[in-house]
């Protein structure tokens, strides 16, 4: 299983970023779908994450301000992440969660989100 994530950058506080990541070289799609952040000197947290059947789950520092989506189809999951703020500063990180024949999770490389105040 291979995860693209794409869609980080420099934004102002304020502003706003999508990220977007797709899995891939699975028949199955993944159980769970989520983003993770790790900022320069913390521990890896969870942001928010998405199940097949949509059920949301975020981390309370977003709520309001970032929203999870899927599109089951393509194996695809956004974060659409406005008024951003310096504290959302963090490499973040695309996970996936498949549950055919025994859990597995897969982690993407990692996109560098910079916010300035």
């Known amino acids: 299983v291979q995860l693209q994530a794409s869609g980080g950058g420099l934004v102002q506080a304020g502003g706003s970023l999508r990220l977007s990541c797709t899995a891939s070289g699975s028949i199955f799609s993944p159980n769970v779908m989520g983003w993770y952040r790790q900022a320069p000197g913390k521990q890896r947290e969870l942001v928010a994450d998405i199940t097949r059947d949509g059920t949301t789950t975020y981390a309370d520092s977003v709520k309001g301000r970032l929203t999870i989506s899927r599109d089951n189809a393509k194996n695809t999951v956004l974060l659409q992440m406005n008024s951003l703020k310096p504290d959302d500063t963090a490499v973040y990180y695309c996970?996936?969660?498949?549950?055919?024949?025994?859990?597995?999770?897969?982690w993407g490389q990692g996109t560098l989100v910079t916010v300035s105040s």
């Open positions: 996970a996936v969660q498949y549950i055919a024949y025994g859990r597995r999770d897969y």
